[in-house]
């Protein structure tokens, strides 16, 4: 099913769960949907994380450090889900962690937990038969990696098997901030739109409400993970809920610089 952005842009935000640990990571989640998030993608921590630059690597050490597994993460998923009925939430992962749990049980364990959706970053379209059997069979939407390098044949692929949204990399390389939105971006969301209607996010490098609006121009929702990944390392354990709505509500400046509203999504 279609993962809803009800403005454009819309905003999906990614935190490493179990950074600085799960309560925490609770917190902050739902201060970024109260505060204008549309989706939060809950990252499983990993110990191998090749496809991301070194903040969100040395969060995901910390996390691992800390103890936190797959299932702690499924246990947040379901946590938030009854706390905000409405916010799009998508678990985000290396594959290992799911074929370690096995992929048929994992994506039940998923659809119990309240996920509408999951990104795994290296699986590929190509090898995804059994992953997207089960995860149609469980009622979730699978969502894939697009890349500025990737040929129209693989992006007619990737659009075909993805649900929600499709993320669309705005730059080849690894996770991070960047001062500007890459001029890849616009050409690669045009081409994708040749091949699907569902939503078109854009990630690496959005940092700032600039990066959003100039996003919104041509995309319909931003995709923001290293800068607030950073905010959080770098912020006081008490105050980095507070830390993180600030940042996430800043981030829907219109451009006037006015604030965009505090967004309910207790589904009331």
């Known amino acids: 099913m279609p993962i809803g952005f009800p403005r454009k842009p819309g905003l999906v935000v990614y935190l490493t769960a179990g950074d600085p640990d799960l309560a925490t990571t609770r917190d902050m989640a739902l201060a970024a949907i109260d505060h204008g998030a549309d989706v939060i993608e809950l990252g499983v ?54 074929v370690r749990m096995g992929i048929k049980q994992f994506c ?20 995804a038969a059994e992953y997207l059997a089960a995860m149609q069979a469980n009622e979730l939407a699978p969502i894939f990696l697009a890349a500025p390098t990737s040929p129209d044949a693989r992006l007619k692929a990737i659009t075909g098997a993805s649900k929600g949204f499709v993320y669309a990399i705005s730059r080849v390389g690894i996770t991070g901030t960047r001062d500007t939105v890459a001029s890849d971006a616009p050409e690669l969301v045009a081409r994708l739109r040749r091949f699907t209607r569902l939503p078109i996010a854009v990630g690496f490098g959005i ?30 354990p008490a105050d980095r809920a507070r830390a993180v709505g600030r940042f996430v509500q800043g981030l829907l400046k219109d451009e006037t610089g006015v ?8 589904g009331d």
């Open 207 to 236: 940092s700032n409400a600039t990066h959003v609006t100039a996003v919104g121009e041509f995309a319909d929702a931003a995709i923001v993970g290293s800068a607030l990944v950073a905010l959080v390392e770098r912020t006081a």
């Open 108 to 127: 039940a364990a998923a659809k119990d937990a309240g996920a509408d959706g999951v990104l795994l970053t290296d699986m590929i379209v190509e090898e």
């Open 259 to 266: 604030e965009g509203g505090t967004r309910s999504s207790h």
């Open 45 to 98: 921590p990993f110990s191998d994380p090749l496809a991301d630059g070194p903040v969100i690597q040395r969060a995901s050490e910390r996390a691992v450090a800390r103890g936190t597994r797959l299932s702690d993460v499924l246990g947040l998923a379901k946590e938030l889900r009854a706390a905000r009925p409405a916010c799009g939430l998508v678990l985000f992962s290396y594959l290992n962690p799911v």
